[in-house]
């Protein structure tokens, strides 16, 4: 399954959650978790701050080595 940005980003803004919200949790630039966000990286700290914010699962498609973290 690939990541849908589009969609990702539709939840953050439903909740008021910006790029910078996460980056600031993850330690991580603004770039950084835009190009998670959208599929063309897959940064664990912007994805665990991602799922630490509410972002469901399904929303994400994790690489292999965080699926069945995601409630760690």
């Given at each position: 399954?690939?990541?849908?940005?589009?969609?990702?980003r539709a939840w953050m803004v439903e909740r008021g959650i910006t790029v910078s919200e996460v980056a600031r949790l993850a330690g991580v630039t603004r770039p950084i978790v835009s190009a998670t966000i959208h599929g063309q990286r897959?940064?664990?700290k912007a994805l665990r701050a991602l799922l630490d914010s509410?972002?469901?699962?399904?929303?994400?498609?994790l690489p292999e080595d965080m699926k069945g973290k995601e409630a760690a």
């Open positions: 399954m690939k990541r849908e940005g589009r969609k990702v897959n940064n664990r509410g972002c469901p699962v399904r929303l994400l498609a």
